[in-house]
């Protein structure tokens, strides 16, 4: 038995004996139809079937004694112990005969699950996880993680035929061990499992409203299918629910700046605010939002709050949008300073940047610092259209013109500086 759980290659497992126990155990998960595993039993005289009242007799025989309970539960964990040790065959062949005993055993039906899922059996996996969520209804734990798994089950397959349909040959993963489904009726189908899962995540969030996690869990899930108003309403109704957590505005926050809504986006950053008055990296977030719908005051404003002595090159873009932004309201002093920590401090230098520097200084009137940097990046770039334009700039303020509106603004995707049409 231990070179068994040694080596994995020592395990024969009789393939009929396999299908015939397969087919039993997932006819009985499928469909509950009268099995070895059924927990009812037959009057001869009648033919009615009798459900016992009492929760332990409806799930094992009723032979089945304390002893048995606990040699059942020694059967599991070395069941347990031969999936650790890689011996994945006689792992599941010993839950087969677990759950030919004891049908309900929720430990057995999730360990198989398991199991499954490592040998690529996905159908198996759905089954018993279809099962373990009809056992464990009114636990929320294990709907939520079981939903997760559904999910997951339906991407690794989609994975899985991906490859084989690519590939010209492909060899079976654990073919001799892999339960497989008898016919197609009994199939669960990957938008059947969806379904289940959806329903399953669905009753978490019902049976445990203030775990938020629950509720994120499945509007992440809901978002990943597409199903953006279905989770939207997921996401207000634990809003509702937890009014002052802390993570549940930042995701609907960030939804509606998935979709470039900056209304709704910054509708849930006030909120999350509220609930965290000095995070700075939510106010960043908010900031790009009051920036992207043309707010510019109130984006000035908070990228001052949030920005101010942060180190620029990790967040290069919002530096850039918080320079146009005090440009744009006219604030050519904070702008300048703002520059200068891109070009200094950030070490991101351009021409168009150099050119923003020397026309802000020029708004402020300090002619003789707008010269110096002007003269310093024509050096560099001698053919730069804006340099020259603001060299006459310049000369122009030199004898009292005045300064004219500036000749770029900045591009906060590309992180470059476009010139005005």
Known sequence: MSGNMRHRTTIIVPVPIIRTATALLTCHLLCG??????????????????????????????????DDSS??????ATAASLMHAGNLVASQELLVEILAITPSDCSAVELLAKVSRTLGDYQLQRTSLKRLITLQAG????????????????????????????????????SVASFKVDSDTDAITSDEATSLAIAAMTNAVELSPRNTLFAQDLFAALIGLGRNEEAEQVLQEALRQNPRDRILPMTAAR??????????????????????PTNPVWRRHRAVCHFRQGSYEKARSDFSKSLAGSPVKPQLSEHLAWAEAAIKTDDHAEAGRVLNLIVTRGKFRTADLEVLR??????????????????????????????WRLAKQIKAAENGTPVSDLDGVLDLASLTLKPVI
């Open 358 to 387: 020397g026309t802000c200084l020029l708004k402020q009137g300090n002619v003789a610092a707008a010269a110096e940097i002007t003269i310093q990046a024509q050096l560099e770039w001698p053919r730069h259209e804006g340099l």
């Open 139 to 174: 636990s929320a734990v294990v709907l939520n993680r079981s939903g997760k798994l559904l999910l997951d089950s339906v991407q690794m397959e989609a994975s899985q035929l991906s490859v084989q349909a690519n590939d010209e040959v492909l060899s079976p993963v654990n």
């Open 33 to 66: 139809c009268v099995t070895p595993f059924r927990s009812e039993t037959a009057r001869p005289e009648t033919g009615q079937q009798v459900s016992t009242s009492s929760p332990v007799a409806s799930q094992k025989p009723a032979a089945f004694s304390v």
């Open 255 to 276: 939804l509606y700046e998935s979709r470039e809504d900056w209304s709704g986006a910054i509708f849930y950053y006030d909120v999350a605010l509220r609930n965290d």
């Open 71 to 76: 040699r059942n539960q020694e059967r599991i």
